[in-house]
């Protein structure tokens, strides 16, 4: 699972390093089938994750900060890796003994949903990777070649020849 979560790093930091050569215009332009815009979706993600991972360290759920506060590429950029400094520790800990632990959350209604660790690991993960299918999309409308998805070629997994 580790490296699924490397994995969506790297990818959301070719992500970053994309938006540097977009115009701000369109990396804020309200999008179709998504959150909303590019930069709003690159929040979206490193906030989901961050308030998922939080609440499985046993932090209260974080309120979600105003987009607003992050609206440019180095914003958000320092804001993921404010968030990564405080979630990594823990997923790099991850152990099987975790995956059946579970977590009690309150959903918008107020009702009382469980959920086990592994389970949330696993939708954080999903989460990112659906994302990044929607940017993709984006890219190829304003005309840029989106990032890879490829999962290798990334140096995660040792090469055996």
Request: proline share 4%; net charge negative.
């Amino acid at each position: 699972m580790l490296k699924l979560f490397e994995y969506n790093w790297q990818v959301r930091k070719d992500w970053f390093d994309w938006c540097d050569q977009v115009h701000e215009e369109e990396l804020l332009k309200k999008r179709i089938g998504g959150p909303g815009s590019i930069l709003y979706t690159l929040f979206h993600i490193v906030e989901c994750e961050y308030a998922w991972i939080s609440a499985l360290q046993g932090k209260p759920m974080p309120e979600e900060p105003p987009f607003e506060d992050y609206a440019g590429v180095q914003k958000l950029r320092e804001y993921s890796a404010h968030c990564h400094e405080e979630i990594a520790p823990f997923i790099y800990t991850w152990n099987s003994d975790m995956e059946t632990r579970i977590l009690s959350d309150q959903n918008a209604k107020g009702e009382w949903e469980t959920f086990q660790y592994g389970e949330v690991m696993r939708h954080v993960i999903a989460h990112e990777i659906h994302h990044i299918g929607q940017l993709s999309i984006w890219s190829r409308e304003i005309g840029k070649q989106p990032v890879t998805a490829n999962l290798i070629r990334r140096g995660l997994f040792e090469n055996y020849s």
